[in-house]
């Protein structure tokens, strides 16, 4: 099994789309991360873990299930890289191969001592772009192998129709 945990305000700050709406509204960026995590899980298959520190969140802990993502709000005097060191502590084992997609080299160098590996912002968003062009590939090779009809017709019949269609039988 593999498990990429999004340090979510890093990629948020990283990320000049999301960077843009978090000017306007950070609750719209939050969710714009976490859709296209939603992309990148149900393309990829691996489980993804997004976590926000409590910064610009003030509250009580909390953990979410959106378009089968895991969001984590972490505690208020917890940052989210003291979380994802838990999360990484956690989960990584000899089936689970964890990934932390982070540009905080700080955050990086902890975590692969702990086994995980890191994926940097830009990486992730290369990889995102990469997906989202094989998906718009994946889409237009099924839209030109579609039937025009739903039954196949040869061409003799489909003129024998249309004339009557046109009442011109």
Same mark, same amino acid.
């Given at each position: 099994?593999?498990?990429?945990?999004?340090?979510?305000?890093?990629?948020?700050?990283?990320?000049?789309?999301?960077?843009?709406?978090?000017?306007?509204?950070?609750?719209?960026?939050?969710?714009?991360?976490?859709?296209?995590?939603?992309?990148?899980?149900?393309?990829?298959?691996?489980?993804?873990?997004?976590?926000?520190?409590?910064?610009? $969140? %003030?509250? &009580?802990?909390?953990?979410?299930? +959106?378009?089968? !993502?895991?969001?984590?709000?972490?505690? @208020?005097?917890? *940052?989210?890289?003291?979380?994802?060191?838990?999360? $990484? %502590?956690? &989960?990584?084992?000899?089936?689970? +191969?964890?990934? !932390?997609?982070?540009?905080?080299?700080? @955050?990086?160098? *902890?975590?692969?001592?702990?086994?995980?590996?890191?994926?940097?912002?830009?990486?992730?968003?290369?990889?995102?772009?990469?997906?989202?062009?094989?998906?718009?590939?994946?889409?237009?090779?099924?839209?030109?192998?579609?039937?025009?009809?739903?039954?196949?017709?040869?061409?003799?019949?489909?003129?024998?129709?249309?004339?009557?269609?046109?009442?011109?039988?």
């Amino acid at each position: 099994m593999v498990v990429l945990v999004v340090d979510g305000y890093n990629i948020i700050g990283a990320w000049e789309e999301l960077q843009r709406l978090k000017e306007k509204d950070i609750g719209q960026a939050r969710d714009r991360l976490i859709e296209r995590m939603a992309e990148y899980q149900a393309y990829s298959g691996h489980r993804v873990i997004v976590v926000f520190d409590a910064y610009y $969140v %003030k509250g &009580i802990a909390s953990k979410l299930h +959106q378009y089968k !993502v895991d969001v984590i709000f972490t505690k @208020e005097k917890e *940052t989210a890289d003291e979380c994802i060191e838990k999360l $990484v %502590k956690k &989960i990584k084992n000899i089936k689970t +191969q964890v990934y !932390v997609a982070t540009s905080d080299y700080a @955050e990086q160098r *902890t975590i692969f001592g702990q086994g995980a590996l890191r994926k940097s912002a830009r990486e992730l968003l290369i990889e995102m772009t990469d997906i989202d062009r094989e998906i718009k590939a994946s889409i237009e090779i099924h839209k030109k192998d579609q039937p025009l009809t739903k039954i196949e017709l040869d061409q003799e019949i489909l003129e024998k129709f249309e004339k009557m269609r046109r009442g011109e039988t």
